[in-house]
């Protein structure tokens, strides 16, 4: 088991390369760019699992490119490549990103009082192997007025958040309880990266 590679994160998010940093996981971005789009009829766990593979290929592709096509480290060890998709389902549709203003209010009132999922695909790739993983967590939110869904709005904190809330910062306050990995819903399940790494010959945290 290793604890010695590299490790490159194929997101740009400062969420997720937070959690990483929390287990003491020091890593590379590199965002992929990659088509978020659903294909026809493609249901959502599929969905992510299809965008965290394409990214995690997509980086390891560009890793290959620049060291070679063993994509090897400076000390020999291939690096781990971490790549995650993260989206918010209620009633069977995937809410994204928002778009503006407008629909931030539409998606927290309409989460609002009920519970929906959070489902984030996993790909974590070294060499030629992989190990990928679709993890699930519902959250509920509590009752909310009309003040708590504009004081919220107003913050601009959902602005770039699927769902259009952010449950590691003030959307926390939205929460009445959670089902499962609190951090599934920040952007990467935690457990499932440390397993997936494992499956891959490396420890992290």
Sequence with gaps: MSTAADV???SASPRRRDLLAALGVAVTVMAAD?????????PPPALVARLAAAKA???QARLAALRGAAA???DGADPLVIAADTVVVVD?????????AAERRAFIERLAGRSHVVLSGHCLWRGQDTRAHVERTVVT???LDERDVAAYVASGEGDDKAGAYAI?????????????CYSNVVGLSLPTVITLARALGVRLG
């Design 72 to 74: 090897d480290g400076p």
């Design 92 to 100: 069977g549709e995937v809410l994204g990103k928002p778009a503006d």
């Design 8 to 10: 490159v994160l194929a």
């Design 57 to 59: 290929g997509a980086v």
């Design 141 to 143: 939110f509590r009752s």
């Design 168 to 180: 590691q910062g003030r959307g926390a306050g939205l929460v009445e309880r959670i089902e499962g």
């Design 34 to 42: 990659v088509d978020e789009r659903a294909l026809p009829g493609e």
